[in-house]
Each structure stands twice: as C-alpha cells, then as structure tokens.
C-alpha cells in the first residue's frame, strides 16, 4: 500500500475490525464509522467500491457518504473509472478539515501542544520549555489547561471544532482511569490528570484521555511506516526516561494490564548506576539523556542547563559531534553500545520488521545507526537480525504529541454522528 492510498487516521489500540458490515443488526451509526474507516485506511475510491468493499447496498452507500459529507467529514475526490468503461464516477475522499484532535506531551522538561486536522494535517502548534519535575504536577497541569484553552479559541475563530484531547505522559499510566500511576522522571504517582484537567477546563471540556508517551510516539511513527509495508515495529524514545512503543501486525501492544513497554527499565546493569525508579542499572540510565550529558559534557557546561530549551542544546552537541570533539564522540559511542546491548534483546523477543529511534536519539541518528545496526546483525540471534532495520524519526520531538492528536481523532471514526453532535 502507497503513502497515497493510506489516510492519515490511526487505529485504536485494539484494532477497529474488519471492514465489512454486521449484517441485519449494524446500525446506521456503526456504518457510518465503517465508511469512514475505509477511507481513512485504504484511501479515497468510488462508492461503488466501497458498497463492494464494506458489503453494504450501493443505496445505502450512497446516503451514508451523503450524511459525510454534510458533516464535513468527506468530500469529492478526483475521477475515476475504476477499471470500467463509460462515464467516470468521482471518488470519495477523508476531508474533515474542520475538525480538531489536540494532543498534549508533558515531558520533564516541556509541554507540547498540537492539533491536526481529520486528514493528519497540523492546525496548532505550541512548545513550552517547562521545569515539569520542579513546578509539581498542579501547576503542569493548570499549564496545559491554559494552552488547551489558548489552541481551542485559536482554532474556534478559524472555524474549527475539538473533538477530543489526547495526553501523552511518561511512566506508568492506568489508560482507563486517566491517572499517571508512577512517573518516576517528573516525580509524580498517582495523579489524576484526566479529573484535573477536565475540571480546570470546565463545563465545556471536551473528551480527555491519557496515554503513555511512547506507546502514542509508537502510533504516530506507525503511520508513516506502514505506508512502506511496516506493519511490526519498536518505537525507543530518548530523552530524560526511555520509553517504547511496540506495534505488532499494525497494533498496539498493551500488555495484560496496559503497562507493555516499559523496556526503559530493563535491568541490563544490575550494579549499575541509580535510576529514578529506585532500582540499579536500568537501561535508561545507559542511554536516557542524562547518560549522554554525563559522558558529554562536565558540570557548569550550557548544554546541562536545564532552562535552555533541550532542542537548543542538543544541536549544540550536535555542532560538536560533527566537528569530531573527543568528549562528545566519545559519549556517543558508549551511548551506541547501550543502546546495541537492549535492542538486541528486544530484537530476540519480539522480531520487529524495524525499530525506530526517536527523543534526542534521531539528532544524532546517522552516529548511531550504521553501528547500532551492525551490532545487532552480531548480537540477534536470528540471521541478519531477523530482516529489523534500525532508524532515525523524522518527527523529532513531536512524535508523542502527533499520535495522541491521531488518537484524539480516533472518536470521530467510531462515531461520526454522535462525537460531533456531542461535542457540539
């Protein structure tokens, strides 16, 4: 499947389902979705493709994209005969460039903010460098709640409507009950983001949920690999924590109880240094941001300072590593042996078709990649590394933000008429 032909939407972390029709019990509401969804995952085709595709009567087709379209969700597309002869007929296409999921990342050291339209376009965007550990969970939050507000006007005077938010945070997250259970790297355990949040917006809140950051960071890389034929990947952050995403088959992998992926604290070092979680030798602090600014930089060096922006310093280390300064290279290369040592664990586990490095790991991708990947076709068991190539995010820091606005939009998929209606 070509980039073109995929929707910029993205699955629900347990899959969406076939798309095919339930038969006599599928509602008009359930149909809708499902029309939806095939647009948004196979991409713009005729309706009478999609009556094909879905099993649903050409009539019935033909008033389910009339409805779309009236809420603005789709639109005419380009001309196409389909592979018939005579007239061509127009193809239907995701348009929803009205509609709005915002996602949020709280990392330690910033909050950002993006909104993307229903066809994975960027309506909003905010980075707010932020002493997260310091300032406490209730001022973070007021924070978000603020830049919430600020995006949702922004976009109100240009038309457009939230549906939901996303947050993305760190740590051990219960997804259901919108609470950060244990978030060692920002010092918070049990907070109650989605309670909070939703209380500090008020009356007229939208629908908030909570996410871990990487696994949304994992979401987000998906929708670009999956245009190349990835459908199996580990996504590994890189900043103060190190997080991982993992997507199987084209989804999302939870675990029994929703905490799969913690890989940041596998003990590969059991007397190793302290990491915050209270535990010695994590792999976090082999490779997490801090590892790096240890080997790279001694105390009082600008590029520790804490309240300079991270993307600041990290091109600052970055000028460094490409002028060959000792110390820096050096940082690097005990950075890539860490980081060999738990992807070749990883890679034995689960067999990813590729692992993508994002957080401070894509700055310095073409440093670490030829050689992380050459230690892994020597450590994996499998040969060649069991077909996993290594590679850099081109999302940089966003990654998180951009899955949870994906995830945030997903209530439109599984409700086209009754999300808009409530939100409304």
């Given at each position: 499947?070509?980039?073109?032909?995929?929707?910029?939407?993205?699955?629900?972390?347990?899959?969406?389902?076939?798309?095919?029709?339930?038969?006599?019990?599928?509602?008009?509401?359930?149909?809708?979705?499902?029309?939806?969804?095939?647009?948004?995952?196979?991409?713009?085709?005729?309706?009478?493709?999609?009556?094909?595709?879905?099993?649903?009567?050409?009539?019935?087709?033909?008033?389910?994209?009339?409805?779309?379209?009236?809420?603005?969700?789709?639109?005419?597309?380009?001309?196409?005969?389909?592979?018939?002869?005579?007239?061509?007929?127009?193809?239907?296409?995701?348009?929803?460039?009205?509609?709005?999921?915002?996602?949020?990342?709280?990392?330690?050291?910033?909050?950002?903010?993006?909104?993307?339209?229903?066809?994975?376009?960027?309506?909003?965007?905010?980075?707010?460098?932020?002493?997260?550990?310091?300032?406490?969970?209730?001022?973070v939050l007021d924070r978000a709640a603020e830049a919430i507000r600020d995006t949702r006007r922004r976009l109100r005077s240009r038309g457009m409507h939230t549906v939901a938010v996303t947050v993305a945070a760190p740590g051990v997250i219960e997804h259901r009950s919108g609470v950060v259970s244990y978030a060692p790297n920002i010092e918070w355990r049990d907070v109650d983001v989605v309670g909070i949040l939703t209380r500090r917006l008020g009356p007229?809140?939208?629908?908030?949920?909570?996410?871990?950051?990487?696994?949304?960071?994992?979401?987000?890389?998906?929708?670009?690999?999956?245009?190349?034929?990835?459908?199996?990947?580990?996504?590994?952050?890189?900043?103060?924590?190190?997080?991982?995403?993992?997507?199987?088959?084209?989804?999302?992998?939870?675990?029994?109880?929703?905490?799969?992926?913690?890989?940041?604290?596998?003990?590969?070092?059991?007397?190793?240094?302290?990491?915050?979680?209270?535990?010695?030798?994590?792999?976090?602090?082999?490779?997490?941001?801090?590892?790096?600014?240890?080997?790279?930089?001694?105390?009082?060096?600008?590029?520790?300072?804490?309240?300079?922006?991270?993307?600041?310093?990290?091109?600052?280390?970055?000028?460094?590593?490409?002028?060959?300064?000792?110390?820096?290279?050096?940082?690097?290369?005990?950075?890539?042996?860490?980081?060999?040592?738990?992807?070749?664990?990883?890679?034995?586990?689960?067999?990813?078709?590729?692992?993508?490095?994002?957080?401070?790991?894509?700055?310095?991708?073409?440093?670490?990649?030829?050689?992380?990947?050459?230690?892994?076709?020597?450590?994996?068991?499998?040969?060649?590394?069991?077909?996993?190539?290594?590679?850099?995010?081109?999302?940089?820091?966003?990654?998180?933000?951009?899955?949870?606005?994906?995830?945030?939009?997903?209530?439109?998929?599984?409700?086209?008429?009754?999300?808009?209606?409530?939100?409304?």
């Open positions: 499947m070509t980039a073109d032909q995929r929707g910029p939407g993205v699955r629900t972390p347990g899959g969406d389902g076939p798309h095919k029709a339930g038969g006599r019990a599928s509602l008009r509401r359930t149909n809708l979705g499902l029309v939806l969804r095939l647009l948004r995952d196979a991409g713009p085709r005729p309706r009478t493709r999609i009556a094909a595709e879905t099993g649903l009567p050409k009539a019935t087709i033909t008033n389910l994209v009339a409805e779309l379209m009236e809420r603005g969700l789709v639109r005419e597309g380009e001309p196409t005969r389909d592979g018939s002869i005579g007239r061509p007929s127009r193809t239907v296409e995701i348009d929803g460039r009205a509609i709005c999921g915002i996602g949020v990342e709280i990392s330690a050291d910033y909050l950002f903010l993006i909104a993307l339209d229903l066809r994975g376009e960027v309506a909003a965007e905010q980075h707010i460098p932020l002493d997260v550990r310091g300032l406490g969970a209730d001022e007229r809140s939208p629908r908030i949920d909570l996410e871990n950051d990487a696994k949304l960071g994992a979401l987000a890389e998906y929708l670009i690999a999956a245009a190349a034929g990835i459908h199996d990947l580990i996504y590994v952050t890189g900043e103060t924590g190190v997080g991982g995403g993992i997507i199987t088959e084209g989804r999302l992998l939870r675990g029994a109880a929703g905490y799969a992926g913690e890989i940041g604290h596998m003990r590969l070092s059991p007397d190793g240094k302290l990491c915050a979680c209270g535990r010695r030798g994590c792999w976090e602090t082999m490779v997490g941001l801090h590892a790096l600014l240890d080997h790279a930089a001694a105390p009082g060096d600008p590029v520790r300072d804490a309240t300079v922006d991270l993307e600041l310093r990290l091109a600052e280390l970055r000028r460094r590593a490409d002028a060959g300064e000792p110390a820096t290279t050096a940082a690097l290369e005990a950075i890539t042996d860490g980081l060999a040592l738990g992807l070749a664990a990883l890679t034995d586990i689960l067999n990813p078709r590729a692992i993508v490095l994002g957080g401070y790991f894509a700055y310095f991708g073409d440093h670490l990649i030829t050689r992380v990947q050459s230690e892994l076709t020597e450590r994996v068991m499998a040969p060649d590394a069991g077909g996993c190539t290594v590679l850099a995010s081109t999302l940089g820091f966003s990654a998180a933000a951009r899955g949870a606005a994906s995830l945030a939009l997903d209530v439109v998929y599984q409700d086209p008429g009754g999300t808009l209606t409530a939100s409304s």
